[in-house]
Structure formats: C-alpha cells, structure tokens
C-alpha cells in the first residue's frame, strides 16, 4: 500500500498494481472472515469480471463484498479504514465513465441489498435499498397506477442506488427531472461507519462545517452551477444554496460515490399519465432535427429523443426489416412522447406539433409502434459501438450536453471537430434538454490511439464549455470526463469541490480517482493494453468476420452495457439465462467477456486457451445464442465457448461427456436397429444409473428412448405411398393451387430422426396438406451441433461441411425442419465454421415451418379450440424469431402464451453432470413457474429435488404414431390445452420436470387438419 499526496493536501489512498494482485486480496480475504462478512470473493475469475463496468476503463479490484445488510456495510468500511484501501460502491455496473471500478474493494449491493422495503401509494412513495433495480420498482407500483419517473435506457437492470450515484435522468427526465430531483430522503454511511438520515428538516446541524463552506463560497457557487438541467458535471453545489434550503439530498446525487455509502433511499413517484402520444418527426440531418427541438418547451412533452437513421440500419442488418417499424422520411428523427388526462386535447397538440415543427415528414405512431422504436432507443449505447466497415466506436465523449437552444449550433460544430480529428460517430440522445450520446472511433488500439482521444476530448471540452455546456449530462465524471472538468470550471470552484470532499472523505477512500483529484483520461483504458497481448497458440476454427484480431478483438466487443443483467424472460426475451438463474455477474454474457479480455489482453490471467479460470466463467454458459442477438453489441458468447473449447482439448483426451454427447447422433445410428433392446436394458435402475455416471451424464436425467422405426425408414418405406394420398386430401382452392410449384426440402434432423419421427412425419403431413412437395435427401447427415457445443470443431466442421454440400445439391427450393437447434446451426454456425459460398447459399434457403407456411400463403386449420403455453426454443428466437410462430398460430385462431427466458436443458447442457441445479433455476425463471400456473407441475419437486434416489420419467418420445390419412374428430366445444415447444431439449425438460409432455408446431397442425391422432 502507497499513500500519495493529492494538491487538495489530503491523503489518497491507493493500490499498488502489484499488490492488488498477490498481498491485498488474502489480508482483506483474513479481515473479512474475522469480522463476519458473508459473501465476499476474492477469487481471479470473479476479479476480472469486476475490472470493468459498461466503460473503456479497467482496474482490478482487490476484493469484490456482497453486503448482506447496514451492518455488514458499516464492518467492510472499518476493515477498508484500518487498512486504507478505497472502496467503490458499484450497482449493475452500467457505469460508461468508469464510476463503479476501482482497485480495492468493490462493494456490489445488487445481489443482496436490493429490495423495494415500502411503497406508499397515497404518498406516492418508495423506500428502496441502493441496489434495487429500476424496473423492480417500477414493477411494484405499476398496479398502484404510480412509476418512477426517470428511466434511463439501462432501466431493466440499472439499479436506484446506481441512479443516484450518477444523478441519472434517461429520456423522461424531461417530464420527471433527473433522478435527485425525486429523492424525498436518503439514508446514507459515512466513511466513519455513521448512519445518517437526510430527509427535508435541516441538515446543517449535521453538516455545520459544510454549511459554513457553502456560507463562504456563495458567489463561487452561483455562477458555476445550476445553469441548466443537464448540468452534471462535478458536484451539484447549487442545491446547497440558502434559496434551496441546503437540500444535501440533492447535493449527493451526482457525487459517484465519493462522500458516503448509500443504503436506502425514499424516492417520490409519480401517476402514470392517462394518456401518451408518440410522434415522430423526420429530418434531413440530425443537426436540423437538433436545431428543431427547442421548439417542444410549448408542449407537454415527457421524452424527446433524437435518432439517426443508421441506428436502425444497425438493427435490420441485425434482426430483418421486419423489426423496424415503418418511420417517416428522414435520415434522423425526433422521437416526442407528449402526455396528457385528455385524450382529444393531446391529439390537438400532436398535430400542433406536427405543424409549427420544421420537419420533412412526420407521424403519430400507433402503442406497438412506439415500443418497438423506444427498444431501439434503449439499445442505443450497443448500436453505435462500431462503425460499418467493423471498427469499434468508444465511450468517452459520450455524454456532453448544452442549453437546448444551443444544441443545433453544438452538434453542428461537433460534427466538424470530428472530421477535423478524423473521427466518426452517431449522434442520438436526449435532445429535448440538450444531451447528445455518441461513440467516437477512437484507434485505440494504434500506439498513439491514447493521443488521439486526448486531443480530441480536450478540444471538445473546449467547445462545449463555449455553449455554456457540460462534458456530463447525466452518466457522471468518473474516469472518462473529471479530468477535464478543469477546462469548464474556475480554479475556485474546482478548490470547492475539493474541500467540500475532504468534509466527508479526509482518507480519500471513497472511490479515488473520481472528479477531485481524477485519473487522467487515457489512463487505464482497457483496449490500449491490446497490442500488448500474447498471441495465443493454435489455428483458430471459427471465422470472426470483421474481426481485426480475430477471437481476440471478438472478445472486446463487450462495451458492458449490461442488458444480460436484465430480466429479459419478463420481456419474452431470453439472455443471459445463467446470470438470470445465478445472479452471479461472472455467470453473466458481461463477466464472461470480462474473463475473455482478462485472458487475451491482461494481465490477471495468463493466455492460456485452458486457464482454469477462463473454464469456470464458461461452464455454466449455455450456449443459447441469445446474447449474438439480444446484445446489442453482439457479444456472441456461445461461439466463443466453442472455440475455447476446442482449442483447449485439441490432441488431449476430453471429459467423457464430450465423445457421449458430442457423438449421440452417430451412435443413435448404430444404436437404432437395437432400438427394442437397448430401450427395456435403459429401464434397469442400476445399470442405468452407472452408465450415466460414465458418460458424464446426470443421473436425474431421463434416457431418451429409440424409435424402433426412424423417419427415414418411414420415409423410404411408407411415404411414398401415404404423402400422395395425403396431397389427395387437400381440397382447398389455395392447395391445388400451389401443387405445380411449391416443393420443400424437409431436413430430417438426428434428433427427430431417431426420437421424435412423429414430428417430422407431421411435417410431411401438413405440408402436403397446403399442396407442397416434400424431399429428403438421400445421405444421412447431421448439423453437428453436438459436436459444436462440445467444442469438437475438427469433427463438427467435416459434418456440417457434408450436410452443406448435400443440402447445396438440392436446387434452390426452401430448406425446412422441424428441430429449431439444427435449422440455427445450418443458417449460423455454418457460416462461421464451413465459412464457404455454399454456406451461404443454403444458410438462405433455410426457413423454419411457420415461416414457409406463411411465405405461400397456406390454408390453415381451425385451432379456436387451443390453448397452448408456447416455450419458444432459445435458437430460433435468436436466429429466427417467434414473428412467425405467433402469426402463424393467431391466424388459426389459437389462444396463445408464449413465454421468454430458456428452458434450461438447452441441448446436451442440463444433461451433463454438474449442471442439473442450474438447469432446473433456470426452468424456474419462467417455464416451471408458468406450468404450475396451469397446473401442469404438481409432479415437478420430486423430480428436481438433489437427492441421489431422485428417479426420472421416462422419455415417451419413441415412435412415429403417423397416420396421414386417419382423421380425428376434435368436437366443435373440444378445448385443447397444450404445451407447445419445438426443440426436443425444450419437450425434454417439460418431460423431465413436469406432468406434462411438450407437442410440436407440426403436431398441433397435423391435429388440426385431423391428419394425426393427439397424443
């Protein structure tokens, strides 16, 4: 430990490199055990997914405390005392200036100390403690007809204490004011271990020295701070003020962390406005629609968000068209939410708006519409990290803002300043009040990248202080910005800020670093430390396309906007279901990417493709895919797991669980003509149990059974004859109409192949039905997913490049399946693994059914009677979406549910030894909770519990059980209630943990059209 001399005269507090990393963490690790902390970590893996937040900056934390309560706070900050080490108040990590890192101790309140303590709905008021999420509490008093106001884009996992620190405002600050504006009361830890309680009596009888501060200082403070709503920067003096009251509440918002500890806080909220308006306005530019928003001070606005035309670029390049909805002409937007209690006076003020406004186009979008442009909004940060040839953009320049009648001539120079520099990047942001967000190509990674982003962020700086602007609007100092705050304030009040800091912090504990006596800001960046890496060994097996480096800069593109920390299953999504089980950050999408660069270009973790700790932040990943599309940076994390694991195992002998899983497939081949006995020698108990054991399996997993006729061998011997007769059937005007041309290459997957032929046999039913040709080719060939999750890639690439090449050689006919995990591979691994035109050509043919069915406009059964409780599986929502499913199944009349979040199994995942219990939290998300809802689950604990006698359902999955011809009377008053789910992993899990079994899209259809008996 070193003390260093601050120009303030206080002493900071800090952390040698070396220290941090060998000394510290064990003596603190003996200190915290003597005095009874709970939960703490000291551990590489979970250091390194600490030594970030969503910001360029990384400082390795010595200790990482998850305080249980005020005690445990008040004991940690004794320990931090009496050694002298800094401690940071952290929340969800969303911090982009780098406010909630730091290399000592890392207090995270949002694992424990994170609940809504008391809502009052006639006081329109909240206690919460710090790490209480957002959107919790926005949760708890929604039924109330209340919310909070602010809601910055991070809502879905940022949390109060968070909000506070950093004075956070979000889009509706502009309705509801920044978040200090709505704290009726904080309760606070000083760095002495004293509790205060600051509400609206007078707090100079506690604060006497501060208050005599201020008393000198009046004319410093009045002229410096204040000057309009998104001045952030600094210290928020002004609310100190006589004419204020000396509101220390207000005060400590914005104070990142560098005067106390925030417990809990009393939050006001607000009515939810009866009615909402959303208007879109079109530009020609985003300095025109910048120019235009002052204009929106005459109307009731609540959110005015600007939007540039290549954000959403970004999102259909990402997700289709189809997520994009239809906006007025323009190439950047004005987003206005106008609110009102009168619905006829706000559509009067809409179309005034739309009038005195000088757009090229405009509308007034429908709820639907609205949402899914506010989703874009959110996802703002990721969308515009890198530029469209593929280089990374950064934070840091960020956050500046400036009176809103100044923000056109702003934006306008800003513009101009970047070209100077060379620079790119995508202004959007909060242009009612005049905040603008953006992500600057700095080359960091060029050895005088660090230069580069200085010179332009003082030359900034300098601009924006011209405007009477802030270099923070609403997202904090921190690392990125406090240095510079010497270019936009006087010497004196930049003397108050430190003096006013010493009053609290005399030790300089208090997150070091941070606007008084601040890091430089190209210090500790993260990505400069790049080209400093060691190459790590081997032939890398995916392709990484517009990666500069590879798997490496793949890795960084991680920026820590933390929307795996969200409850996305509430939302229908499904990242990070790991994180969403384990409420560990090192289990998150985010902390794996942390562990990854710790590993490729730090110095915590030797580069090492088989580092142990590396191993441990992977193992609970299941490979869902979700974060290669929920991400808004495309953090692709299942693809990286492979990799890992590949290069790991290469020419070494694996765990067992790989050859048994990895190879199912091609064992379930040779397995098949021994279908019966194998079947009867699974249901033995103990010799089940013991070959379990040797394959790496859980012995609580159920054994699929064989099918004793496979599709194929349906296919060869019975469909010739029955699919006719079926295509006979089909009466209607729009069938016979589609017979001369419609044809259909139906991907006969291993796994329905062998345990679920029914399925694909449906498929062929329903298809004929709509008067389509179906054809299955010849070879039999697998996806290799198996192979791909298991990290196999040699093996994994020499299958999926022979399915390729088959599939290839079929025309140019759609490819359809009815395994959601197989279609995935053959329209995404295979670019990244076969990486060839053919994989291109085939990865566009591939479709899923409703999507075909849909494209052709086929006739579809009556399902008014259907009740179905959809698990989308996890592959097709993040490759192909559930848009067509859902039309699919509302056009036939089907009362639908469909849940988010994974089911659990996610392939050969919750079947590995070492995983059940995470599986099954992670059914517990949403799948379980909403079975037992329709009380499909009373037979679901026993199944689950942790006990060795634990004895599985056996799979009922065997046989084709197709007739296409044989119709079933359903009965006009017939209800049908069903769980639908498509991946055989997903009907697995429903199996193996419920009362209840899963059926098909194929199925249901095939029931539908009396094509196939219900099961």
């Known amino acids: 430990m070193t003390t260093m001399a601050h120009p303030t005269g206080a002493n900071r507090a800090t952390v ?15 200190q915290f055990r003597t005095a009874g902390i709970r939960d703490f970590n000291i551990d590489d893996t979970d250091r390194a997914a600490y030594s970030s937040d969503a910001s360029l900056f990384r400082l390795v934390p010595a200790a990482i405390v998850f305080p249980h309560d005020d005690d445990e706070v008040a004991r940690v900050l004794s320990v931090a005392r009496r050694l002298g080490v800094p401690i940071t108040s952290r929340g969800a990590g969303t911090s982009i200036a780098g406010n909630a890192i730091g290399r000592g101790i890392v207090l995270d309140f949002s694992l424990h100390m994170n609940a809504v303590l008391d809502l009052d709905p006639e006081g329109q008021s909240a206690w919460v403690q710090s790490g209480c999420v957002h959107a919790h509490l926005q949760k708890q008093a929604k039924p109330h007809g209340l919310r909070f106001g602010p809601d910055p884009s991070t809502h879905t996992r940022c949390t109060i204490g968070g909000m506070i620190g950093n004075n956070a405002c979000g889009p509706r600050a502009l309705g509801y004011g920044r978040t200090g504006d709505n704290i009726l009361a904080l309760k606070i830890m000083l760095i002495d271990g004293t509790v205060v309680t600051l509400d609206d009596s007078d707090a100079s009888t506690t604060f006497p020295r501060l208050h005599e501060l201020v008393a000198q200082n009046l004319g410093t403070i009045r002229t410096n701070f204040g000057t309009f709503s998104r001045q952030v920067s600094g210290y928020g003096l002004e609310s100190l003020l006589p ?20 417990l809990a806080a009393k939050m006001r909220l607000v009515k939810d406005p009866s009615f909402t308006s959303a208007v879109v306005l079109g530009y020609a530019d985003m300095v025109a629609a910048a120019h235009d928003a002052p204009l929106l001070k005459d109307f009731p606005v609540a959110a005015c968000e600007g939007l540039d035309s290549r954000m959403l670029d970004q999102v259909i390049d990402t997700k289709g068209a189809e997520a994009v909805p239809a906006l007025p002409e323009g190439a950047g937007w004005l987003v206005v939410e106008l609110t009102g209690e009168d619905e006829s006076a706000l559509k009067t003020e809409a179309q005034r708006l739309i009038s005195e406004s000088k757009s090229l186009d405009s509308a007034v979008l429908n709820a639907r519409a609205a949402a899914e442009v506010w989703a874009i909004r959110a996802d703002g940060a990721g969308l515009v990290s890198r530029t469209p040839d593929g280089r990374d953009a950064h934070a840091g320049w960020e956050d500046s803002a400036v009176p809103v009648d100044h923000l056109g001539d702003y934006l306008h120079d800003l513009m101009e300043l970047l070209e100077e520099h060379g620079l790119w990047a995508i202004p959007y942001g909060h242009f009612g009040d005049g905040c603008l967000h953006m992500r600057v190509d700095f080359p960091l990674e060029d050895p005088n990248g660090g230069q580069v982003m200085r010179d332009f962020m003082v030359a900034a700086t300098k601009l924006v202080a011209r405007y009477g602007g802030s270099v923070s609007g ?3 100092d921190g690392r990125a910005r406090s240095e510079l705050l010497r270019l936009m304030y006087t010497p004196a009040a930049l003397d108050l800020f430190a003096q006013v800091k010493r009053l609290f912090d005399p030790q300089h504990l208090l997150n070091p670093g941070v606007i008084v006596d601040p890091d430089a800001l190209d210090e500790s960046i993260r990505l400069t430390q790049l080209p400093l890496r060691q190459e790590l060994p081997g032939t890398l097996a995916m392709a990484y396309e517009g990666e500069s480096a590879g798997f490496a800069s793949a890795v960084h593109r991680c920026t820590g906007v933390g929307k795996c920390r ?7 999504g499904i990242m990070c279901p790991s994180y969403q089980a384990t409420r560990d950050e090192r289990h998150s999408t985010r902390g794996r990417a942390r562990v990854l660069q710790e590993m490729v270009s730090g110095d915590l973790l030797e580069p090492r493709w088989d580092s142990p700790e590396v191993h441990e932040a992977l193992d609970l990943c299941l490979s869902c895919k979700a974060c290669g ?3 808004p940076t495309g953090t692709d994390m299942s693809t990286y797991k492979a990799e890992v694991l590949h290069q790991s195992y290469k020419g070494k002998l694996r765990p067992m669980k790989h050859y048994s899983l990895g190879f199912l497939p091609q064992l379930a081949r040779l397995v098949t003509p021994l279908a019966p006995v194998v079947n009867r020698v699974s249901g033995l108990p103990g010799l089940t149990a013991l070959a379990k054991k040797m394959a790496g399996i859980d012995v609580r997993r159920s054994i699929p059974q064989f099918a004793s006729t496979t599709f194929r061998k349906w296919w060869t011997t019975t469909a010739a004859e029955a699919a006719p007769k079926s295509r006979a059937n089909a009466e209607s005007p729009a069938a016979a109409s589609l017979r001369p041309n419609a044809e259909v290459v139906l991907f006969a997957d291993s796994w329905s192949n062998h345990f679920a032929p029914r399925i694909l046999a449906a498929a062929v039913a329903v298809l004929a039905q709509a008067g389509v040709r179906v054809r299955v080719i010849d070879q039999t060939v697998c996806c290799g997913l198996p192979l791909i999750s298991t990290g196999q890639l040699d093996a994994a690439k020499a299958n999926l490049s022979e399915t390729v090449t088959a599939l290839d050689a079929t025309d140019d006919v759609p490819i359809i399946g009815v395994e959601p995990s197989c279609l995935a591979t053959l329209k995404d691994d295979s670019l990244k693994l076969v990486a060839d035109e053919a994989s291109h050509r085939v990865a566009d043919r591939v479709q899923t059914l409703a999507q075909y069915l849909l494209s052709i406009g086929a006739e579809l059964p009556d399902l008014s009677g259907v009740e179905a409780l959809v698990q989308p599986h996890c592959h097709q929502s993040a490759i192909f979406g559930n848009a067509a499913d859902k039309e699919l199944l509302a056009r036939a009349g089907a009362d639908t549910e469909f849940l988010g979040g994974c089911c659990g199994l996610a392939g050969n995942f919750g079947v590995e030894d070492g995983h059940f219990e995470t599986s099954v939290a992670v059914a517990e998300v949403a799948l379980l909770p909403a079975l037992r809802k329709r009380g499909r689950a009373a037979g ?24 296409p011809n044989q119709a079933t009377d359903t009965g006009a008053d017939d209800r049908l209630q069903v769980v639908l789910a498509d991946g055989y992993s997903c009907r ?15 199925e249901l259809l095939a029931w539908g059209w009396g094509l196939q008996p219900r099961r």
């Open 16 to 30: 040698d490199e070396d220290e941090s990393q060998t000394a510290l963490p064990i003596a603190l690790a003996e």
């Open 243 to 262: 004419e204020n009251g000396f509101d220390v509440r207000q005060a400590f918002a914005g104070t990142e962390g560098t005067w106390g500890v925030i």
């Open 474 to 476: 609403e997202h904090g």
């Open 566 to 572: 969200a409850d996305s299953a509430a939302g229908g």
């Open 629 to 631: 599309t929920e991400c």
């Open 940 to 963: 679901a604990e026993p199944r689950t519990s942790s006990g060795t006698g634990a004895s599985p359902k056996r799979a009922t999955e065997s046989g084709t059980d197709v007739s």
């Open 988 to 1002: 697995t899990q429903i199996t193996d943990l419920s009362d209840t079994e899963g059926v098909s899209l194929a």
